[in-house]
């Protein structure tokens, strides 16, 4: 059995509290499974993953420009929820990976 260490650390603003994320690659299939596991979030990834719901919204607080780039179906999705900043995107198209090392995301509970 291998044991994976938890290199990448990021933070997750929740609604009543601030969540310091230890995790690796590998571990989530994406930033909304690691939410729903780690915090609940009620509501929270309701089609699972396929990016077409858009109840896994978290804007991005500071990170690298990478981050902001949409991926399969999130365009048309935000731009159906309305949501057109680019610094927010659906969590489940957010992947568990280095580029996520010292972000912070915020947890868009009214949108
Ligand atoms: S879980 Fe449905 S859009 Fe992310």
Redesign the pocket.
């Given at each position: 059995m291998v044991i994976q260490k938890s290199d990448i650390r990021f933070t997750v603003i929740g609604e009543d509290a601030s969540y310091v994320i230890e995790t690796y690659t590998g571990e989530y299939r994406n930033l909304?499974a690691l939410i729903t596991d780690k915090i609940y979030v009620e509501d929270f990834?309701?089609?699972?993953?396929?990016?077409?719901?858009?109840?896994?919204v978290v804007e991005i607080m500071d990170i690298e420009d990478n981050l902001h780039l949409l991926e399969r179906n999130e365009e048309a999705?935000m731009k159906k929820i309305g949501m057109t900043n680019p610094n927010y995107r659906?969590?489940?198209q957010v992947l568990i990976n280095e580029e996520l090392k010292n972000a912070t995301f915020r947890i868009c509970y009214n949108y």
């Amino acid at each position: 059995m291998v044991i994976q260490k938890s290199d990448i650390r990021f933070t997750v603003i929740g609604e009543d509290a601030s969540y310091v994320i230890e995790t690796y690659t590998g571990e989530y299939r994406n930033l909304m499974a690691l939410i729903t596991d780690k915090i609940y979030v009620e509501d929270f990834g309701e089609c699972k993953g396929m990016g077409r719901c858009g109840t896994c919204v978290v804007e991005i607080m500071d990170i690298e420009d990478n981050l902001h780039l949409l991926e399969r179906n999130e365009e048309a999705t935000m731009k159906k929820i309305g949501m057109t900043n680019p610094n927010y995107r659906l969590a489940c198209q957010v992947l568990i990976n280095e580029e996520l090392k010292n972000a912070t995301f915020r947890i868009c509970y009214n949108y």
